[in-house]
Nanobody, 124 residues
Framework: QVQLVESGGGLVQTGGSLRLSCAAS????????MGWFRQSPGKERECVAA????????YYLDAVKGRFTISRDNTKHTVYLQMNSLKPEDTAVYFC?????????????????WGQGTQVTVSS
C-alpha cells in the first residue's frame, strides 16, 4: 500500500501563488507515475498535471499550461505542484495520485492510490 498526504492548499487572491506538496509513504520506491487532479462541485475530476517516475515526461491540462509546474524529488518521496497566476476557476479540491507504473497518465482510472485532497480557493 501507498499512502499519499497532500498539503499546501488554502485561500489566495487572484494572481497569487500556492505550492502543493504530496508526500508518499508505505510500500513505495517512488517508481510511480504521479499526478495532480482537481475536482469542483458538479464537475468531473480532471488531471491538471502528471509526471513520470524519472521526471522526464510531464503532462499539463491546457487551462494551466504556463502557470502550473509539476516536479518531484524521489529522494524525499514527494511531488510538488507550483501554481502561479491563480484564477477563480482554479478553485477546487486538489488530489495527488500515484499509479503502479513509471509512465505518466492523465486518466484517473489508471491511478491506484489517492490522497485525501486539499482545498484551493482563489478569490476574485
Amino acid at each position: 500500500q501507498v499512502q499519499l498526504v497532500e498539503s499546501g492548499g488554502g485561500l489566495v487572491q487572484t494572481g497569487g501563488s500556492l505550492r502543493l506538496s504530496c508526500a508518499a509513504s508505505g510500500r513505495t520506491s517512488m517508481s510511480n507515475g504521479m499526478g495532480w487532479f482537481r475536482q469542483s462541485p458538479g464537475k468531473e475530476r480532471e488531471c491538471v498535471a502528471a509526471i513520470s517516475w524519472s521526471g522526464g515526461s510531464t503532462y499539463y491540462l491546457d487551462a494551466v499550461k504556463g502557470r502550473f509546474t509539476i516536479s518531484r524529488d524521489n529522494t524525499k518521496h514527494t511531488v510538488y505542484l507550483q501554481m502561479n497566476s491563480l484564477k477563480p476557476e482554479d478553485t477546487a479540491v486538489y488530489f495527488c495520485a500515484a499509479r503502479r507504473d513509471i509512465a505518466i497518465s492523465y486518466s484517473a482510472r489508471e491511478y491506484d492510490y489517492w490522497g485525501q485532497g486539499t482545498q484551493v480557493t482563489v478569490s476574485s
